[in-house]
């Protein structure tokens, strides 16, 4: 007790010298202070000039349509053999006026002109064809091109400019090369962090183009700027991926679940690309001020780890870990800037105790937190007598998940081998099971509510001795990898309201001859649902519109 008193006192001293007031900002080292290199980020793509993308999208829409194009086979295989597939593939060759555009076209300029194209119906399959042939694309028919997935090729073209995952061809305000030759001269130094600060304050740049918001805060943090710290806190909990600031979603997770079965997206607050735990904890310690006193102002929807919420709680955490901060010294910075600061109302102490609740508790900690060695991160090391979600509860050998008004099935631990999930639980209604939920498990018998719509990947994956299976009508999607390798089972009823079946859903499901009926019209499925697996499929003979075959297998009147 005496050691925690006496680091809040040494931290309220620290916050005083920066300034009793929140908006103050952090104090400011000059460029030339700093003997290392800057952080050096992902290189931004050189952008053409608008006027050079309208001039190639004026000579684009002048092409005849479709344009000229032939597809070339380079090789021409054989079907399919006991060595296995020898695919026939091939590559477009462009013809006349546009051939000449394109190769005296940049790729990065055919890019930036025809992306547009990709999105909406006025000659999409015009710049996909052009696209894919500056890109040297390798198919394996020509149908492929035509036919084939836009996002595919905007994957290629990010691929090509090096570029992630979320790059859109975007006007771009500030050269990174220029900025980064800033670094030591102090006077272009301040007049580029004066300018990105002044643009970021612009509401239409925020809701248009946030890759550009993405970039300036990026390239204010490899100068450096500490002097900006007001600026990121503005733009804290900021996702440029929607635009707006961080919520999580209702398939969102921010805790590992058992036996290393992960509920969760790359958009989970783990790895959300917001400043709060990314540039904020770069510029370091003199943050603290201004981080604190955004998350005292955070609203009771920011504070929520529910879905819809912006989960700042375990945004906090994950600062103060990054900073490199121990847990007791994060609890000191925090005790230490309510006592540095009398004004607070009850609802900014009120916010402030939320996230220190949160670090007491050991709450949004993650399982790799065990294996470090640093001193000050290994007291964040996770407890395992804890758990962050409030509303997640157990009944008759379930566990569920309350979120959104609905109750997601985690997982069974009960000793019954033949099981009917339940349609409720607190008066919730069951509506998702969650992947990997039942992964593994010894059942034989599931019986699945009316009430759920949506069962998860690999849900009951290897469920190799469930014989008996059986789908209410309700249920909407069933996600890849569902009932992979479940080799007992004989038949398998689809109920009308199914309207998706994903990748390698029933795949591998039977070394012998089994059935799937379906009672409604046939729904969207993934080509290769039914791999490897020997299946008849049936159809109600009311329902007219199946085709002869259906997921590479024949169809037959049920």
Known sequence: MKNLLLIVLAITVDILTMGCQRSTTAAVLPASANATEPWTPPVVPKVPSDQRVDDIRARFQKLSHPINYSYVVDHRGATFDLKGMDPTYGHLELHRGTRRLAEECTLTELIHALWPYLDGPDRCSDAYIMLNAKLNTRMQDEYHYVRGNIENLKKECRRALLQDDEWYPHKVLFDYEEVRAAWRDPVKRKQYIDGMQEALQDQKLRAENPLEVKNLLMLLSMLDAKEATSTFCEYMFYDWRTASDYRLGCEDDIKPIANNQVLRKSHNVYVAPVPCTTYLPRLGAGTITNVLGRLADCTKEELSVLPGGGAAPAFAVNYFIRLGYSEPKARAAITAYKLAHS????????????????????????????????????????????????????????????????????????????????????????????????????????????????????????????????????????????????????????????????????????????????????????????????????????????????????????
């Open 343 to 558: 004004d607070l109302s009850e609802r900014q102490k009120a916010a402030l105790d939320e996230i220190m609740e949160a670090i007491t508790t050991k709450k949004y900690r993650t399982d790799a937190l065990l294996d470090v060695t640093e001193p000050a991160k290994r007291t964040w090391a996770p407890s395992f007598d804890t758990e962050p979600w409030p509303n997640t509860i157990e009944s008759r050998g379930f566990k569920f998940h309350l979120k959104c008004h609905q109750a997601i099935v985690l997982g069974y631990t009960g000793k019954d081998k033949n099981i009917v999930i339940p349609s409720e639980v607190s008066g919730i209604p069951v509506r998702i099971i969650a992947k990997y939920a039942f992964m593994q498990n010894t059942l034989t018998g599931i019986e699945i509510p009316e009430s759920v719509t949506n069962i998860g990947e690999a849900a009951f994956c290897y469920c190799m001795q469930l014989t008996n299976l059986v789908l209410s009508s309700g249920l909407v999607n069933i996600e890849p990898h569902a009932f992979e390798q479940c080799r007992a089972l004989k038949q398998v009823i689809i109920p009308e309201t199914v309207s998706y079946i994903g990748y390698f859903a029933f795949s591998y499901c039977s070394e012998r001859q089994w059935s799937i009926y379906f009672k409604g019209s046939p729904p969207t499925i993934h080509p290769d649902a039914f791999f490897s697996s020997s299946v008849t499929i049936y159809h109600d003979a009311n329902k007219t519109n199946w085709p002869t075959t259906f997921g590479g297998n024949k169809t037959t009147v049920w």
